[in-house]
């Protein structure tokens, strides 16, 4: 009776121990998905704000190409500053949508990330659940053992 009381202590000290390292990963996931979480509304505001610059850049080349039209009635030299000015919003739109694909990546990476933290919670939660049972099904066992005197005997 004692070693059954000893072994049924041993065990819930180690159901214990299980469900704090348990507790401690889902901290841990919970806490990486918050980091994640972050990062990703990082990346989402850089994203909108070149998003704002490519728009603006867009806006602005289309005023130049309207403006030129007129410039090319006007003045030779005019139109070469404008060719100029045009090959550096060129540049700048590169530089940008460089920017914009290497962001998207990263979301995608981060997207990642997420569906691998929540699934990792998802298991946690699962392998929790059953050390529940079993513990519940131990539990059920010691209770019966006891009630039957000791010995699987009825009193």
Not at 20 to 34: P, S, V
Not at 50 to 59: A, I, L, P, Y
């Amino acid at each position: 009776m004692e070693r059954a009381i000893e072994f049924i202590l041993k065990s819930q000290a180690n159901a214990e121990a299980r469900q704090d390292r348990t507790d401690i990963q889902l901290a841990e996931n919970a806490r990486q998905l918050a980091e994640t979480d972050k990062k990703v509304a990082e990346c989402n505001d850089r994203l909108s704000h070149f998003v704002e610059v490519v728009t603006r850049t867009f806006e602005r080349q289309d005023e130049i190409n309207r403006g030129q039209a007129e410039m090319d009635r006007r003045l030779a030299e005019n139109i070469r500053g404008q060719a100029e000015n045009i090959r550096e919003q060129s540049e700048s739109i590169r530089e940008l949508r460089e920017t914009v694909s290497q962001l998207a990546e990263t979301a995608r990476e981060q997207g990642k990330s997420i569906r691998e933290l929540r699934e990792s919670i998802r298991e946690q939660a699962a392998a929790q659940s059953r050390t529940d049972e079993r513990l519940n099904a131990l539990i059920n066992i010691v209770e019966r053992h006891i009630s039957e005197g000791g010995h699987g005997q009825a009193p």
